[in-house]
Structures are given as structure tokens and as C-alpha cells.
């Protein structure tokens, strides 16, 4: 009925590099930088060249580090599809594995996003639902999103958990008469 896709979020992070004039005596500090998950890092800002000038270059470099960015995918269940009747889409989904393809993770669903290209006057609504086995599709509901007449799009937020291998798909409730529909769901690692 749809294809889908997964799409990595992923932060960028940049080293710091300075110069500097210092006298015949100078120190080097250590810095701790706090992340908004309240873990941190250490970091060293460490001697790189060096010239009777008495100038220096100097980078920031991790001596330590109790943290790592989130991780977080987005989910596409379908893109620009019209379904023609109530209930479930073909096409499930599995939910990503870490980096290396084999560790399974724990993934907070964050946010259920519900979009038609055209919209008519009947509401459509979906829900999206999870299985946790391997065989055949056993459904678990995660949350459900009502698009009403005459608007294009809607989302529901913090719905639930999934883990690696579980599936995922979306259910339609109400089919209105809206059109091309892109239903997409953002995960977070947990």
C-alpha cells in the first residue's frame, strides 16, 4: 500500500581552535561543559605549536566524556499515498536498530505527524500501532490523530515506546476525503 523510509537526526559537533599571546608562564585549564540532559563532558584546551614569539595555538580536546548525543530517526509510514478504505496499511515498518545494525535500543515515540496535500470538508484520522513479535502483526495502539475538515495537517506528541524489531504501521479509522497523505513518526533513543 506504501513504502516507507528512516531518516537519521543527528547533531554536529565542532572542535574549538584559538591563538594566543601569552608571557613566559602561562596554564592550561580544564573546562567541563554541561549538556541540557545534564550529562557532561571534560575537555582540555592543549598546546598544538608553539615559537619563540611567544605565541601558541591551542585546541579544545575531549579527555573524557559521560555522554552522547540523542539519537533520533524519523519513520516514514507513507508519503504522498491516497488510501482507498478503512484499516490497516500493508507496509510494516521496523523500528531501527543502534549504528551497528545489531544492538537492539529503546525508543520513545515523541511525535505522530499527519499531513494531506489536499484536504476536503470530512476529517480523516489514523492511528498508528506497534507489534511486538516476529510473526504475524499483533497490534498494540500508540496513538491516534484526527485531521479535521479543512485543514492540512495536525500531530500528537509523547505517545509511547517501541524497541528495536518491533513493527510499525498506520491504521486508518476515518478515510474523508482528503489526499495524498504523508504520515511520518519521530523517535528518540531513550
Known amino acids: 500500500m506504501s513504502q516507507g523510509f528512516t531518516r537519521n537526526i543527528s547533531p554536529t559537533v565542532f572542535a574549538l581552535v584559538t591563538s594566543a599571546s601569552y608571557a613566559a608562564t602561562s596554564s592550561v585549564s580544564i573546562y567541563t561543559i554541561s549538556a541540557s540532559n545534564s550529562n557532561s563532558a571534560s575537555y582540555v584546551l592543549q598546546a598544538t605549536s608553539a615559537s619563540n614569539s611567544n605565541s601558541a595555538s591551542y585546541v579544545l580536546q575531549a579527555t573524557s566524556a559521560s555522554w552522547a548525543p540523542s539519537e533520533g530517526k524519523v519513520i516514514g509510514l507513507c508519503m504522498a499515498y491516497t488510501p482507498t478504505a478503512i484499516g490497516a496499511d500493508a507496509a510494516e515498518i521496523p523500528i531501527p536498530y543502534s549504528t551497528n545494525g545489531l544492538t537492539p535500543l529503546s525508543w520513545s515515540v515523541n511525535r505522530i505527524n499527519f499531513r494531506t496535500q489536499v484536504s476536503e470538508s470530512i476529517s480523516s484520522s489514523i492511528t498508528i500501532e506497534k507489534s511486538l513479535t516476529g510473526g504475524i502483526f499483533t497490534a498494540v495502539s500508540l496513538g ?23 513493527k510499525m504501521r498506520f491504521y486508518v479509522n476515518e478515510l474523508g476525503t482528503s489526499q495524498n497523505w504523508t504520515i511520518t513518526v519521530e523517535v528518540n533513543h531513550i
Open 144 to 166: 491516534t490523530v484526527q485531521l479535521s475538515g479543512s485543514l492540512y495537517e495536525t500531530y500528537t506528541g509523547s505517545v509511547g515506546t517501541v524497541i528495536s524489531g518491533n
